[in-house]
C-alpha cells in the first residue's frame, strides 16, 4: 500500500512540475505515470552506482555533483519514456530542483506528522 501512495504521490508531483515549468511536458497521464516508475527505478538502481563513481568529484564541488547526477537522471528518463519531453538542459535543471521541493513537501504532508 505504501508504494501505491508513493507512486500516486510522485505522479502528482511531476503533473505539478509539468504545469509550473515550462518545457517539462506529458502527453498524456499514462506516460506520467509510466515516467514515475521509470525515475523510482533509476533513483533506486542507477543513482547509488553514480553517487559511488562520482564520490570524489562531489567531494570537491561540494555536493553539486550530486545534484547534477538528478538532472542527468531526469533529463535521461525523458529520452527512454515515450510521451515525456524535456525541451533542453536549463528546463532539466529547473525541473529538477522544482520536483525535488515538491515532491519532499508531498511526502512530509502525507506522514501527518
Known sequence: MKILI?????????L???YLVP???FVDLWSTIVTAVVIGVSNTVIKPILQIIFIPLSIITFG?????INVVLLWGV???VPGFQIENFLTAV???LVLSLVSMF????????
Open 6 to 14: 508513493s507512486l500516486a504521490l510522485n505522479v502528482f508531483a511531476l
Open 16 to 18: 505539478v512540475v509539468s
Open 23 to 25: 518545457g517539462f511536458e
Open 64 to 68: 553539486i555533483t550530486a545534484f547534477l
Open 78 to 80: 525523458s529520452y527512454i
Open 94 to 96: 529547473i525541473a529538477s
Open 106 to 113: 508531498l511526502h512530509k504532508l502525507s506522514e501527518g506528522k
